[in-house]
Nanobody, 120 residues
């Protein structure tokens, strides 16, 4: 059974930092691209950051570039999102996603999400 469990969310003041963690089990972690998405109330889910299966070149939503950093540890099947200089508009539920395309099929697994609230 595949599980993705996020942690590390909370309430932080503008300009503060948080580090989100996603612990995975039950999947061939090193074969999956890992993503962080977020969804704010009344808004569509948006892709925040992506890291390839091998941990190479990462990609970010324009609004979080130079503030957020995604990283992974294939040996321990973990992925993190370091968030610095947080802004109120970063407030959302952050979700960990594992994605793989194999033999023409897309495989996606999701965590339950962790709430991040940026407010003074």
């Amino acid at each position: 059974q595949v599980q993705l469990v996020e942690s590390g969310g909370g309430l932080v003041q503008p300009g503060g930092s948080l580090r989100l963690s996603c612990a995975t089990s039950g999947l061939a972690f090193s074969s999956y691209e890992m993503n962080w998405y977020r969804q704010a109330p009344g808004k569509e889910r948006e892709l925040v950051a992506t890291i390839p299966s091998t941990g190479g070149s990462t990609n970010y939503l324009d609004s979080v570039k130079d503030r957020f950093t995604i990283s992974r540890d294939n040996a321990n099947a973990m992925v993190w999102l370091q968030m610095n200089s947080l802004k109120p508009e970063d407030t959302a539920v952050y979700l960990c996603n594992a994605h793989r395309r194999f033999l023409g099929l897309n495989y996606n697994y999701w965590g339950q999400g962790t709430q991040v609230t940026v407010s003074s």
